[in-house]
Every structure is written in structure tokens, then in C-alpha cells.
């Protein structure tokens, strides 16, 4: 049982929008520390997709979007692309567990 | 560029020991926290542990407190996890990883590419 709660499942059409909840409580995101996702391509590592709730890293597609609010946060992805279909993560920080990291279950994106 | 390189896949029995390395080139090794996370066959990640390389402090996840030891070497930028006494359980792609930002925001900007490690009788 993952601290971060996202769905098991997402899937769209080429074109579509589709978003990915993280629904946490009031020890990690509700507390107000910072959200962030990574997108792990089949059979690679994760890679850093949004960082501090909304932040692109360099190279990263504008299509991808990340927001934040209360006890939860969520990614969007605008213009989905075959190239999408992948794990996506969600990680912030838990006070509750002696000060430790903490991911989503993750989220696997299907482009129908 | 930053990179960071580990050690290739393994494959042991259980009760033997295991030391896996991550290099550390492209940035200052020793000015940056580095960290571990396990991804299991078919499941999430999660995280295990950092170290400091400038002075070796280290932090656990209370899952994996006493069940590894991360440590490193400054000298040659690299960073290690190992185990004591293998379990099946054990088995799972281990990632290390860079840790950037203010704490405790802080998020997980490089990986490594993973060390598989099998643990089978």
C-alpha cells in the first residue's frame, strides 16, 4: 500500500488529454511539501518529468503539465503520443515516516 | 553531462553477500546526496537510503534500516549498497539516484541506468 495514491490505469487516443491523480494526506502533500513525477519508458529507468509541483526540466515536452492543490497533485499530458505510453510516478515527502521519501504506486499510461 | 554508472547484473544465492556500485561523473560527487530505490519484478519504486559522499552521513528508510548499508567512496566518486545475507526477496532492479533540491523537497533529477540482482537457489 503505497503512502501516495495514483490509479493503476490511464488510457487514451492519440490527441487526447489525459491526467494522472496523487492523492496523499495531510503528512506529505497536504503539508505542503512539493510534488514531483517521473515517467519510466518500458524496460529503462524513470526519468524526471516535473519537479517542485509544475516545473519542466529542460527537454521535456511542453505537452506534459503538473499542478497541486490541498492533499493532492496531478500531471497532464495535452496532444498524447504513441511515445507516451509509459509508468508514470508521482514522489514527495512524508514527516511521518521519520523523514523519508515517498512514491505513488504508479500509473501505467496506454495510448489506445 | 551527469552520469551516473552501475555495476552490472547479478545473480546469487541466498545467505551470500552482494555489493553493487553506482559512479558518480559529470558534477561534484561529494557536494550531493546520493540515493538508492528498489523497484521489484513488476512493482513501484521505493526508497532505501542516502548518503552525503562529502562526509558519509547516511539517512535509511525505516523499511530498509538494518536490512542494507550504503556507504561510499569519495576518492573515486562511487557509491555502494550491499547486503550481508541475501533473501529471494531481495530480488528486484536497483536504481541509484541523485538528489537535487532544498530539503526535504528534494526529488531524484539522475539515475542510473539499474543493477539487476537475482537471488535464486
Known amino acids: 500500500q503505497s503512502v501516495l495514491t495514483q490509479p493503476p490505469s490511464v488510457s487514451g487516443a492519440p490527441g487526447q488529454r489525459v491526467t494522472i491523480s496523487c492523492t496523499g494526506s495531510?503528512?506529505?502533500?497536504?503539508?505542503?511539501?512539493?510534488v514531483h513525477w517521473y515517467q519510466q519508458l518500458p524496460g529503462t529507468a524513470p526519468k524526471l518529468l516535473i519537479y517542485d509541483n509544475s516545473n519542466r526540466p529542460s527537454g521535456v515536452p511542453d505537452r506534459f503539465s503538473g499542478s497541486k492543490s490541498g492533499t493532492s497533485a496531478s500531471l497532464a499530458i495535452t496532444g498524447l503520443q504513441a511515445e507516451d505510453e509509459a509508468d508514470y510516478y508521482c514522489q514527495s515527502y512524508d514527516s511521518s515516516l521519520s523523514g523519508s521519501w515517498v512514491f505513488g504506486g504508479g500509473t501505467k499510461v496506454t495510448v489506445l | 553531462e551527469v552520469q551516473l554508472v552501475q555495476s552490472g547484473a547479478e545473480v546469487k544465492k541466498p545467505g551470500e553477500s552482494l555489493k553493487i556500485s553506482c559512479k558518480g561523473s559529470g558534477y561534484s560527487f561529494t557536494s550531493y546526496w546520493i540515493g538508492w530505490v528498489r523497484q521489484m519484478p513488476g512493482k513501484g519504486l521505493e526508497w532505501m537510503g542516502i548518503i552525503y559522499p562529502g562526509d558519509s552521513d547516511t539517512r535509511y528508510s525505516p523499511s530498509f534500516q538494518g536490512q542494507v548499508t550504503i556507504s561510499a567512496d569519495k576518492s573515486i566518486s562511487t557509491a555502494y549498497l550491499q547486503w550481508s545475507s541475501l533473501k529471494a526477496s531481495d530480488t528486484a532492479m536497483y536504481y541509484c539516484?541523485?538528489?537535487?533540491?532544498?530539503?526535504?523537497?528534494?526529488?531524484?533529477?539522475?539515475w542510473g541506468q539499474g543493477t539487476l540482482v537475482t537471488v535464486s537457489s
Open positions: 495531510s503528512s506529505n502533500i497536504g503539508a505542503g511539501y512539493d
Open positions: 539516484v541523485r538528489l537535487y533540491g532544498d530539503y526535504p523537497d528534494r526529488y531524484f533529477d539522475y
